[in-house]
């Protein structure tokens, strides 16, 4: 299994609250994700890095912020939650991405999150 | 706009019998196709994938099979055993429209249910 892990691994908040996700990887991968999954709607991309500061936006990426300050880390922050943000959460991995040859992806266990 | 879609929400199947799951496309710039398995709590964990330039692509129990013309893939596994009851979500990868490969875009999941 490709050394992936998420925390926490649950969280309840509150309405209008700043939470903060974090994914570690211990293979030293390029590129990383944050996805939401949702009933209906499958994985959903929010942001993705593709080297250490270098991040953009993916399909979802409204309410959310991204920052990869390291190699192995990769922090997804909700600035004030809301409801709507209800969901579980993965992190993903790759050696590449972007650059013309795919390569599967690797995710985490995931972190479910509850707004209240 | 969902261009990924898997229309059945879930299949029940005996165990040793075929279980065929289906998948449809929209976007002809994708070139690449992944299957994902996964179960409660878990992260996906990848399961097998096929490129355009192929119509069929074989490991083990799962073979994907893939029809450009049609936009459709799916994935049969035989024979049938009830530790692949599980969601499984397909996933394209292409050119998008600022020409990046590399994202994967996911349907909204199957649920297959292996009855002993």
């Known amino acids: 299994d490709a050394g992936i892990t998420q925390s926490p691994r649950h969280k309840v908040t509150e309405t209008g609250t700043p939470v903060t996700l974090r994914c570690h990887q211990t293979e030293n991968h390029r590129y990383m994700y944050w996805y939401r999954q949702d009933p209906g709607h499958g994985l959903r991309l929010i942001h993705y890095s593709y080297g250490v500061k270098d991040t953009d936006k993916g399909e979802v990426s409204d309410g959310y912020s991204v920052s990869r300050s390291k190699t192995e880390d990769f922090l997804l922050t909700l600035e004030s939650a809301t409801s709507s943000q209800t969901s579980v959460y993965f992190c993903?991995?790759?050696?590449?991405?972007?650059?013309?040859?795919?390569?599967?992806?690797?995710f985490g266990p995931g972190t479910r999150l509850t707004v209240l | 706009d969902q261009q990924v879609k898997q229309n059945s929400p879930s299949l029940r199947v005996q165990e040793g019998r075929i279980s065929i799951l289906n998948c449809d496309y929209t976007?002809?710039?994708?070139?690449?196709f992944l299957w994902y398995k996964k179960y409660p709590a878990e992260g996906p964990t990848f399961l097998i994938s096929?490129?355009?330039?192929?119509d069929k692509n074989e490991d083990g129990r799962f073979t994907v099979f893939l029809n450009k013309s049609a936009k459709h893939l799916s994935l049969h596994i035989v024979p049938s055993q009830p530790g692949d009851s599980a969601v499984y979500f397909c996933?394209?990868?292409?050119?998008?429209?600022?020409?990046?490969?590399?994202?994967?875009?996911f349907g909204q999941g199957t649920t297959l249910q292996v009855k002993p």
């Open positions: 996933a394209a990868s292409g050119k998008d429209g600022s020409g990046n490969t590399g994202k994967l875009i």
């Open positions: 993903a991995i790759s050696e590449t991405g972007l650059a013309g040859n795919y390569n599967e992806q690797f």
């Open positions: 976007n002809s710039m994708f070139d690449y």
């Open positions: 096929i490129s355009s330039i192929k």
